[in-house]
T-cell receptor, first 117, second 111 residues
Framework: GAVVSQHPSWVICKSGTSVKIECRSL??????MFWYRQFPKQSLMLMAT?????????EQGVEKDKFLINHASLTLSTLTVTSAHPEDSSFYIC?????????????FGDGTRLSIL | DAKTTQPTSMDCAEGRAANLPCNHS???????VYWYRQIHSQGPQYIIH???NNETNEMASLIITEDRKSSTLILPHATLRDTAVYYC????????????FGKGTSLLVTP
């Protein structure tokens, strides 16, 4: 079945550094991938839609210059948190859907827990 | 997307059936009902989806009322590993848009 892989699963870094998170669709191609963020005891909130070969679409309130998204191939999207600060600490999750196959569900990565010190 | 309403939390004894309800009274004719769950510190896991007929797979059964205004996810023999937050999401089937997650139902399976 469709599998989405996310890497790394856990990151701890100092304030001011940049962190890159990868999201791969392992056995299917996806022109669109989604990035969510989840704070403790809250539900998932959509951050942005990653589009292969074009610019990402960001949700209101999400800074595009801080959360850089690159979707250079049909199986890989990356999210880079630039100049990360403690308030960026969160659980970041990506998802993708196998396209061209009717009402296929979206599949999610296992998430990346980001802790900024 | 149609709005969904789920109970905040539920308990279930291990080995018993867990029945999780979802109301979606404003569902449109081309919208499917999707169920996902999120175990603590993991990404959401797809469980099942349906349009109007009842569906069953290796994980669960989905019962949709005839008027499609509500549905029930059934875990036939709940185990401790089924403890998770369960999300009912209504969405057009072939939509390329993201999923809108509500607060879901926190299911606790007890020994």
């Amino acid at each position: 079945g469709a599998v989405v892989s996310q890497h790394p699963s856990w990151v701890i870094c100092k304030s001011g550094t940049s962190v890159k998170i990868e999201c791969r669709s392992l056995d299917f191609q996806a022109t669109t991938m989604f990035w969510y963020r989840q704070f403790p005891k809250q539900s998932l909130m959509l951050m942005a839609t990653s589009n292969e070969g074009s610019k990402a679409t960001y949700e209101q309130g999400v800074e595009k210059d801080k959360f850089l998204i690159n979707h250079a191939s049909l199986t890989l999207s990356t999210l880079t948190v630039t100049s990360a600060h403690p308030e960026d600490s969160s659980f970041y999750i990506c998802s993708a859907r196998e396209e061209g196959k009717g009402n296929q569900p979206q599949h999610f990565g296992d998430g990346t827990r980001l802790s900024i010190l | 997307d149609a709005k969904t309403t789920q109970p905040t939390s539920m308990d279930c004894a291990e080995g018993r059936a867990a029945n999780l309800p979802c109301n979606h009274s404003t569902i449109s004719g081309n919208e499917y009902v999707y169920w996902y769950r999120q175990i603590h510190s993991q990404g959401p896991q797809y469980i099942i989806h349906g349009l109007k007929n009842n569906e069953t797979n290796e994980m669960a059964s989905l019962i949709i009322t005839e008027d499609r205004k509500s549905s029930t996810l059934i875990l036939p023999h709940a185990t401790l590993r089924d403890t998770a937050v369960y999300y009912c999401i209504v969405r057009v089937g072939n939509s390329g848009y993201a999923l809108n997650f509500g607060k879901g139902t926190s299911l606790l399976v007890t020994p």
